[in-house]
């Protein structure tokens, strides 16, 4: 991926770059590593992505990893490696609610 076609997948909120404080790479900005991983769908992960919205890179990089009872005790990245989409939106819609009741 070109420089510029990275610069627009960020302002598209299509892929995200993880905070300084958790990564500690001294300024460098840190993609997480699923988004050059063969096994996932770009154009998946690109939409799951740009759905969470305004979600800092912290709350996106807990949504891509973190079980949910609602997706069968899976991930959502694991969804993706299986092509298992259909429930995806519905998870992100109950993420992004959950965020804004905190």
């Known amino acids: 991926m070109s420089k510029a076609a990275l610069v627009e997948k960020l302002a598209s909120r299509e892929i995200f770059e993880m905070p300084q404080e958790v990564h500690y790479l001294g300024g460098d900005s840190y993609i997480p590593a699923f988004f050059a991983d063969h096994r996932f769908d770009t154009k998946a992960l690109y939409a799951v992505s740009g759905s969470l919205g305004a979600c800092n890179g912290v709350q996106k990089f807990r949504f ?7 997706l069968g005790n899976r991930t959502p990245l694991e969804l993706i490696e299986l092509h298992e989409l259909e429930p995806l939106p519905s998870a992100v819609k109950t993420f992004r609610f959950s965020l ?3």
Do not use: G
Not at 64 to 70: Q, V
């Open 64 to 70: 891509f990893t973190t079980a949910a009872e609602s």
């Open 100 to 102: 804004r009741k905190r």
